[in-house]
């Protein structure tokens, strides 16, 4: 069955560092890739989606995401963090021929002054 | 584009009473879905509709919870009777197509307190 695990439930960075936030999938065929952020008190919004092609993703607010087969991994990026960027994040996948997203569990972002 | 509506933001309840949650898809949207959301469970798929008619709800907990999408413009979730472990944030999401490629975009959510 289809799977997503997000390493870390909470990451902390400081503001202007790096953002990092893995996501890695199980499959036996590549599936449709995406990461949402969560703001407190809001649904779910789209930061960017793999589909095919280009393997390096740049979705909204300076994030990007990489898409590698080969570690079936799709990580998601920020060159500097923002104090904006704390929320939750989650990392989704969707199989060929089903129209259901598997989510992952989700990592809090914090973002330190 | 108001994007996904749902309504209302906030219910507070108490235990045996009949809830409704309603959703308002985006316009021209054939697909909707309602997720329940808790800290223990994470985000859990109830009930999948395509062009108005329920194709899995695999998902809804028990014969306590019942959705219905009578037109492409509107859908409810209904609970009856209420119990305090039906206590989450409810989402509602809408997608422009049929299938794996398509994206969701989620309304703000419900959240629903049982006492």
């Known amino acids: 069955a289809q799977s997503v695990t997000q390493l870390g439930s909470h990451v902390s960075v400081s503001e202007g560092a790096l953002v990092l936030l893995r996501c890695n999938y199980s499959?036996?065929?590549?599936?449709?890739l995406f990461w949402y952020v969560q703001y407190p008190n809001q649904g779910l919004q789209l930061l960017l989606k793999?589909?095919?092609?280009?393997?390096l993703v740049k979705g909204i607010n300076g994030f990007e995401a990489e898409f590698k087969k080969s570690e079936t991994s799709f990580h998601l990026t920020k060159p500097s963090a923002h104090m904006s960027d704390a929320a939750e994040y989650f990392c989704a996948v969707s199989e060929q021929g089903t129209y259901k997203y598997i989510f992952g569990t989700g990592t809090r972002l914090k973002v330190l002054a | 584009d108001a994007g996904v509506i749902q309504s209302p933001r906030h219910e507070v309840t108490e235990m045996g009473q009949e809830v409704t949650l309603r959703c308002k898809p985006i316009?021209?949207?054939?697909?909707l879905f309602w997720y329940r959301q808790t800290m223990m469970r994470g985000l859990e798929l109830l009930i999948y509709f395509n062009n108005n008619v329920p194709i899995d709800d695999s998902g809804m907990p028990e014969d306590r919870f019942s959705a219905k999408m009578p037109n492409a413009s509107f859908s409810t979730l209904k609970i009856q009777p209420s119990e305090p472990r039906d206590s989450a944030v409810y989402f509602c999401a809408s997608s422009p197509g049929t299938g794996w490629a398509y994206e969701q975009y989620f309304g703000p959510g419900t959240r629903l307190t049982v006492t």
């Open positions: 316009s021209g949207h054939n697909s």
């Open positions: 499959s036996s065929v590549p599936p449709y």
């Open positions: 793999y589909t095919t092609g280009a393997t």
